[in-house]
């Protein structure tokens, strides 16, 4: 009679999901399968899944996949894990704009970064332009991150509104102010 003693290999799964730790893989394993054992993904999961593999030469390889394209074609993105892997399923980032000026209420806005916010967008969640305010020119003051220098981004509400201009992608830390 022969016994023969197979190792496990581990595979962390760390971040937004139900139970991190670690986790064994007894024969081929695919991401879906380890997310659902570590007990899916949480709300507060970002739009990211990162996968860090050990390579043969001992760097690491970072493998980033979106969420949505995992669950909406899961053939083509669920990939087959390797020993050691290391699962990071990221927070998602909360993130503040401010509008300041003619609009109902005036203040600080919080968004998920996976969710995204617009100009048009965030005046509506101030409650909208008051009866004074000129839609015509709305400054967005950013900062830029290289220089540390502020931004002065300025567009037509009107026509953002109207369909003839694209929304404008708000980022973390932008001012509008309404004149």
């Not at 980033?64 to 669920?78: A, F, I, Q, Y």
Request: no cysteine.
């Amino acid at each position: 009679m022969t016994v023969i003693i197979r190792e496990h290999q581990k595979i962390a799964v760390l971040g937004a999901v139900g139970r991190p730790g670690l986790y064994e893989m007894a024969g081929p394993t695919t991401l879906l399968q380890i997310l659902s054992e570590a007990g899916g993904l949480t709300q507060q999961a970002g739009k990211e899944i990162h996968i860090l593999r050990q390579q043969d030469n001992g760097e690491k390889e970072r493998i980033v996949l979106n969420v949505d394209e995992l669950l909406r074609r899961s053939n083509d993105t669920n990939i087959v894990l390797k020993p050691k892997d290391e699962i990071i399923v990221p927070f998602d980032q909360t993130l503040t704009v401010y509008v300041y000026g003619e609009v109902r209420n005036p203040g600080a806005i919080q968004f998920l970064e996976s969710k995204g916010l617009t100009l048009l967008k965030a005046v509506a969640q101030a409650g909208g332009l008051t009866e004074w305010a000129n839609a015509v020119q709305v400054l967005v003051k950013r900062k830029d991150p290289q220089t540390g220098k502020e931004k002065n981004l300025w567009f037509n509400l009107k026509k953002i509104i109207d369909g003839k201009r694209p929304d404008f992608h708000l980022q973390d830390g932008d001012t509008i102010v309404v004149k």
